[in-house]
């Protein structure tokens, strides 16, 4: 009998998510780096031109905005004049992005202060805010997938399934009020609204964000629990490999933690990069109602003044952490799988 | 745990068992099998699993026996849907929850349906093992290779972790999975199909089985490597005095390898004989319709054709008396009735009224011949 060393090799790359990585040759993290830092820049530029072009169709300007109701069209005028708002909308897009292109967002219309200095404000209460949801909300998702999954049809799967429904149709300003009114106003454990600052004192200030970080990672809790639940189900039926362990005489538990949930997490990573896009609109409205001073306040604010400058900042930043999201979890894939991380020998 | 295990061995994949895996078996407490002279280890008797699909009920196993004897190699065959693999599943209780199952199941005198899964765990893995079809499937893909064996000898064992290792890295240079060492800090992914299909084989020895099911272990695989595995099988099935059985669709390998058959239809065993006399005397219609299809040299190998003339049996509407007669050219009215599988002559049981080519006094449901 000859060892099997004779055997060719058979590269098996069934899993469309190894394609993606070992179609390109050499290092693959380094060019898939590289791929997605260049895909950015038109994403980028078709950003920025639509929300500069949708600002120029809302009527009124920050000209406008600043002086009120009574100023005279002379005044106005006056003002559009130093502000620059005179000049054609190609041109003063250009000149954005002129700065914006050697890292200088330029400075708030209204407020005249630099806009990193803003950003440098507002960009720790969004992180926060969106790292506590993502937090509630995986903490709480995993365990309870698993209860569920453990015993599909049972009584911790149909709990788990009445409950997400609910937190999957109920919106989340509405969930947002509702908190407000029974832990703030009702129970009165959590302050209603408002920002502390984490300077000053860690609990106080998660007590301001308990509630804020809730509304947004209820939601997200329900959809990872309906998600991982569902593809930790189907692993669990309809995987060889699960099999395999069961008749080693691996335990349930065990099964679904050591052998399912490994492969489920590559499932669960995609969608909780994917869905950081979406959360940070989210934040928007969250904020807003919390009056947590975030970029997603700044942006109300900011379209409302009819502030460009700082629109186009917060645009540029929200799509700056889709783009690196999607490339953190690629990232993520070829240094946890496996399948991909040696894939392309 | 016998303390030879972890002794050095000599170089040289052939000697690597001896004193490896041998030691363990013979401290096996010996009576037992002594005292069970002559006991077959499995006995299958009337077993039934019904599932229900859609609203309708599936009849996936229908009133299956046989008989293993320890240390042998049995295959069973029959076509694909025929409940091979669903059978043996309930041997090993890996069935679904869903699955309904009656009849008998014993395992060393052991009844296995109804057992606790407490106690059923402990037999998975430990005396009963199972190799799957698809190595490409049956491995877990995020887990190296090491990871998954050492599981199952941990939990067979009270090896600690370095012994554990130890003994994995034996186990895969028993299947003879060549550099067993590099591989064992390999992901499933690097490996070709036939090295997988070999680290199962050492997963299912972790808990020294005494019955090894192979479920189209080779199936999967190309020609070549299709006969190393099951000479692999042959080869550790003597060596450790294990039973096999070897599941299959291809009678032809079961004829090469196996030394007992049993021809499965509809959920059922409709003939069972030692290999060289189920060959002699095929007796059974299906079984010859089978034969009859077996690949010619100058067929396409695995190549696709069809067994017998006629629809498989719809699982969920069996015809009334034998399952095989809307296709059996031999069907008379007497087939209304269900033939019992009986021991017809010598070690040959078949499950029909008119064998083939087994003269008229077979006609009878009871002709104890010779
Ligand atoms: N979990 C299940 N639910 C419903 N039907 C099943 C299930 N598993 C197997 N079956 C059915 O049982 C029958 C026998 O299947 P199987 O034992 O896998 O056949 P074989 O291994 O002989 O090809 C098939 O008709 C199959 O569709
Ligand atoms: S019992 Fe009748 S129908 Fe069934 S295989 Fe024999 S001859 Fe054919
Ligand atoms: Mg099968």
Same mark, same amino acid.
């Given at each position: 009998?000859?060892?099997?060393a004779?055997?060719?090799?058979?590269?098996?790359?069934?899993?469309?998510?190894?394609?993606?990585?070992?179609?390109?040759?050499?290092?693959?993290?380094?060019?898939?780096?590289?791929?997605?830092?260049?895909?950015?820049?038109?994403?980028?530029?078709?950003?920025?031109?639509?929300?500069?072009?949708?600002?120029?169709?809302?009527?009124?300007?920050?000209?406008?905005?600043?002086?009120?109701?009574?100023?005279?069209?002379?005044d106005?005028?006056?003002?559009?004049?130093?502000?620059?708002?005179d000049?054609?909308?190609?041109?003063?897009?250009?000149?954005?992005?002129?700065?914006?292109?050697?890292?200088?967002?330029g400075?708030?219309?209204?407020?005249?202060?630099?806009?990193?200095?803003?950003?440098?404000?507002?960009?720790?209460?969004?992180?926060?805010?969106?790292?506590?949801?993502?937090?509630?909300?995986?903490?709480?998702?995993?365990?309870?997938?698993?209860?569920?999954?453990?015993?599909?049809?049972?009584?911790?799967?149909?709990?788990?399934?009445?409950?997400?429904?609910?937190?999957?149709?109920?919106?989340?300003?509405?969930?947002?009020?509702?908190?407000?009114?029974?832990? *703030? $106003?009702?129970?009165?454990? =959590?302050? %209603?609204?408002?920002?502390?600052?984490?300077? /000053?004192? #860690?609990? !106080?200030? &998660?007590?301001?964000?308990?509630l804020?970080?809730?509304?947004?990672?209820?939601?997200?809790?329900?959809?990872?629990?309906?998600?991982?639940?569902?593809?930790?189900v189907?692993?669990?039926?309809?995987?060889?490999?699960?099999?395999?362990?069961?008749?080693?005489?691996?335990?349930?538990?065990?099964?679904?933690?050591?052998?399912?949930?490994r492969?489920?997490?590559?499932?669960?990573?995609?969608?909780?990069?994917?869905?950081?896009?979406?959360?940070?609109?989210?934040?928007v409205?969250?904020?807003?109602?919390?009056?947590?001073p975030?970029?997603g306040?700044?942006?109300?604010?900011?379209?409302?003044?009819?502030?460009?400058?700082?629109?186009?900042? *917060? $645009?540029?930043?929200?799509? =700056?952490? %889709?783009?690196?999201?999607n490339?953190?979890? /690629?990232? #993520?894939? !070829?240094? &946890?799988?496996p399948?991909?991380?040696?894939?392309?020998? | 745990?016998?303390?030879?295990?972890?002794?050095?061995?000599?170089?040289?994949?052939?000697?690597?068992?001896?004193?490896?895996?041998?030691?363990?078996?013979?401290?096996r407490?010996?009576?037992a099998?002594?005292?069970?002279?002559?006991?077959?280890?499995?006995v299958?008797?009337?077993?039934?699993?019904?599932?229900?699909?859609?609203?309708?009920?599936?009849?996936?196993?229908?009133?299956?026996?046989?008989?293993?004897?320890?240390?042998?190699?049995?295959?069973?065959?029959?076509?694909?849907?025929?409940?091979?693999?669903?059978?043996?599943?309930?041997?090993?209780?890996?069935?679904?929850?869903?699955a309904?199952?009656?009849?008998?199941?014993?395992?060393?005198?052991?009844?296995?349906?109804?057992?606790?899964?407490?106690?059923?765990?402990?037999?998975?893995?430990?005396?009963?093992?199972m190799?799957?079809?698809?190595?490409?499937?049956?491995?877990?893909?995020?887990?190296?290779?090491?990871?998954?064996?050492?599981?199952?000898?941990?939990?067979?064992?009270?090896l600690d972790k370095?012994?554990?290792?130890?003994?994995?890295?034996?186990?895969?240079?028993?299947?003879r999975?060549?550099?067993?060492?590099?591989?064992?800090?390999?992901?499933?992914?690097?490996?070709?199909?036939?090295?997988?299909?070999?680290?199962?084989?050492?997963?299912?020895?972790?808990?020294?089985?005494?019955?090894?099911?192979a479920?189209?272990?080779?199936?999967?695989?190309?020609?070549?490597?299709?006969a190393?595995?099951?000479?692999?099988?042959?080869?550790?099935?003597?060596?450790?005095?294990?039973?096999?059985?070897?599941?299959?669709?291809?009678?032809?390998?079961?004829?090469s390898?196996?030394?007992?058959?049993?021809?499965?239809?509809?959920?059922?065993?409709?003939?069972?004989?030692?290999?060289?006399?189920?060959?002699?005397?095929?007796?059974?219609?299906?079984?010859?319709?089978?034969?009859?299809a077996?690949?010619?040299?100058?067929?396409?190998?695995?190549?696709?054709?069809?067994?017998?003339?006629g629809?498989?049996?719809?699982?969920?509407?069996?015809?009334?008396?034998?399952?095989?007669?809307?296709?059996?050219?031999?069907?008379?009215?007497?087939?209304?009735?269900?033939?019992?599988?009986?021991e017809?002559?010598?070690?040959?049981?078949?499950?029909?009224?008119?064998?083939?080519?087994?003269?008229?006094?077979?006609?009878?449901?009871?002709?104890?011949?010779?």
């Amino acid at each position: 009998m000859t060892a099997t060393a004779t055997t060719p090799r058979v590269p098996v790359s069934r899993d469309p998510r190894v394609s993606r990585l070992t179609r390109v040759t050499g290092s693959p993290v380094l060019r898939l780096i590289v791929k997605r830092l260049l895909m950015a820049v038109p994403i980028m530029l078709g950003v920025t031109i639509l929300t500069f072009w949708v600002l120029s169709l809302i009527p009124g300007n920050a000209a406008e905005q600043l002086l009120g109701a009574e100023a005279t069209p002379e005044d106005v005028a006056l003002l559009e004049r130093q502000l620059g708002l005179d000049q054609p909308g190609v041109v003063r897009y250009l000149e954005w992005l002129q700065g914006a292109v050697t890292g200088d967002l330029g400075n708030s219309i209204v407020s005249r202060q630099p806009v990193s200095d803003v950003l440098a404000d507002r960009l720790p209460v969004t992180g926060e805010l969106v790292l506590l949801a993502f937090l509630i909300s995986l903490v709480l998702a995993i365990p309870v997938a698993l209860l569920a999954a453990h015993k599909p049809g049972g009584i911790m799967d149909r709990i788990s399934m009445v409950v997400s429904t609910l937190g999957l149709s109920v919106a989340n300003y509405v969930l947002a009020l509702i908190l407000v009114l029974v832990f *703030a $106003v009702t129970l009165g454990w =959590l302050p %209603a609204i408002g920002y502390v600052p984490l300077e /000053d004192g #860690l609990w !106080a200030n &998660l007590e301001a964000m308990i509630l804020p970080s809730a509304a947004i990672g209820f939601p997200l809790f329900c959809f990872y629990t309906r998600f991982l639940r569902g593809d930790l189900v189907d692993q669990m039926q309809q995987e060889e490999y699960v099999t395999t362990a069961r008749a080693k005489g691996v335990g349930s538990w065990s099964v679904l933690i050591k052998h399912a949930f490994r492969n489920s997490s590559f499932g669960l990573i995609t969608v909780v990069g994917l869905n950081l896009g979406a959360l940070i609109g989210g934040t928007v409205i969250i904020e807003q109602i919390f009056a947590l001073p975030g970029i997603g306040q700044m942006l109300l604010q900011a379209i409302n003044t009819r502030d460009f400058v700082v629109v186009q900042a *917060a $645009v540029v930043i929200f799509a =700056l952490v %889709a783009v690196v999201a999607n490339l953190v979890v /690629d990232l #993520l894939y !070829a240094v &946890l799988d496996p399948r991909i991380r040696y894939g392309s020998r | 745990m016998s303390g030879e295990r972890t002794v050095a061995y000599p170089a040289g994949d052939t000697l690597v068992s001896e004193g490896v895996i041998a030691p363990a078996r013979a401290g096996r407490p010996a009576p037992a099998r002594a005292g069970a002279a002559g006991e077959p280890l499995v006995v299958v008797e009337g077993l039934r699993v019904q599932f229900t699909r859609g609203g309708r009920k599936v009849n996936a196993v229908n009133g299956l026996s046989y008989r293993l004897e320890p240390g042998t190699m049995m295959a069973i065959i029959g076509e694909s849907g025929s409940g091979k693999s669903v059978s043996s599943r309930a041997l090993m209780g890996l069935l679904p929850p869903t699955a309904k199952i009656s009849g008998s199941i014993r395992f060393d005198g052991r009844e296995l349906i109804g057992l606790p899964e407490k106690d059923m765990r402990e037999l998975r893995g430990g005396d009963i093992a199972m190799v799957f079809q698809d190595p490409a499937r049956s491995l877990n893909p995020t887990m190296k290779i090491g990871a998954q064996i050492t599981e199952a000898v941990r939990l067979h064992s009270d090896l600690d972790k370095r012994g554990a290792h130890a003994r994995a890295v034996e186990l895969l240079k028993l299947v003879r999975l060549p550099a067993a060492e590099r591989r064992f800090h390999e992901y499933p992914h690097q490996l070709s199909g036939g090295m997988r299909q070999r680290v199962m084989i050492a997963i299912a020895l972790a808990g020294e089985p005494r019955l090894l099911i192979a479920d189209e272990a080779t199936t999967a695989l190309d020609v070549t490597t299709q006969a190393q595995i099951m000479e692999l099988l042959v080869e550790l099935q003597q060596r450790l005095g294990m039973a096999v059985i070897m599941i299959s669709h291809d009678l032809g390998l079961a004829a090469s390898y196996a030394q007992h058959v049993v021809v499965m239809y509809a959920g059922r065993a409709v003939e069972q004989a030692p290999t060289q006399t189920l060959f002699a005397n095929v007796r059974m219609p299906y079984t010859h319709a089978l034969l009859g299809a077996i690949p010619a040299l100058d067929r396409e190998p695995h190549s696709l054709f069809d067994v017998t003339p006629g629809q498989p049996p719809d699982l969920s509407a069996l015809p009334k008396g034998c399952p095989f007669r809307p296709r059996c050219q031999y069907a008379t009215d007497t087939c209304l009735q269900a033939p019992p599988l009986t021991e017809h002559e010598p070690e040959h049981l078949w499950a029909c009224w008119h064998p083939v080519g087994a003269g008229a006094g077979h006609n009878s449901a009871n002709g104890e011949q010779r």
